[in-house]
């Protein structure tokens, strides 16, 4: 369960202060995967980094139950003069997980061969997104956060990684961000709309869908 406590956040743009949560009251059920739609700007990314942890509300709290994960794929986190078999041990031990197995599992996945073992400064961005993504998908949590994130690498590495992430969804629940629509509805069952600092849950993701489409007075044409 992901609940809003009387959120509020904003953000000071030049001479004036723009409001992405004006005191939210929402609450995303367990298990559920909700696709979190807005205009570009809305705050969809701050949202999720307050689910996350990674950034407090100006007034209210975030109340989540479970683990919830950084977002799927992001490679920021890890450090470079270390190799991708250490850095995923090292967050193994953050994340109280078995190391010996999350790292079977990683090196794997990212099918990165040898370069798994040199240090992360030497990857390519198409590397680290492999690593970071087998890193996200390896440890099991609760809730996972998927922030505009698409698997890189041919169409067969693909499939793969899409494979493992379903998996995962059928013993946990996300809230993802995607401008494509059409991954929204193959990956979510439920939708949450961001406009103008309000946050409306729809337990239907069409339905949430359509209000997206009317506050950005698009169709599907568009």
Not at 20 to 49: E, H, Q, W, Y
Not at 82 to 95: E, L, P, W
Not at 114 to 122: A, D, M, S, T
Not at 143 to 160: N, P, S
Request: glycine share 12%; hydrophobic share 40%; proline share 2%.
């Amino acid at each position: 369960m992901i609940q809003f406590q009387n959120v509020t956040k904003s953000f000071r743009t030049g001479n004036t202060r723009k409001v992405v949560a004006d005191n939210i009251n929402v609450t995303f059920p367990t298990g559920r995967i909700v696709g979190l739609l807005g205009r570009n700007g809305a705050g969809k990314s701050t949202m999720m980094n307050m689910i996350g942890g990674t950034m407090n509300p100006d007034r209210g709290r975030v109340r989540t139950t479970g683990t919830v994960s950084w977002p799927v794929g992001l490679s920021g986190g890890f450090h470079r003069d270390m190799t991708g078999a250490q850095n995923t041990r090292f967050i193994a031990r953050v994340y109280g997980v078995d190391s010996d197995d999350l790292l079977a599992f990683v090196e794997d996945f990212a099918e990165l061969g040898g370069h798994f073992h040199e240090p992360i400064r030497n990857y390519s961005s198409g590397m680290k997104s492999r690593l970071a993504f087998g890193v996200s998908v390896g440890i099991p949590f609760d809730t996972y956060l998927v922030d505009e994130v698409t698997a890189v690498g041919d169409a067969i590495f693909k499939r793969k990684s899409r494979l493992v992430f379903m998996h995962r969804m059928m013993t946990a629940g996300a809230v993802m961000v995607s401008h494509s629509m059409g991954q929204i509805r193959q990956m979510c069952n439920a939708g949450a709309v961001l406009e103008h600092g309000r946050l409306t849950f729809f337990d239907d993701i069409e339905e949430a869908i359509e209000a997206h489409h009317r506050n950005m007075g698009t169709g599907e044409e568009d």
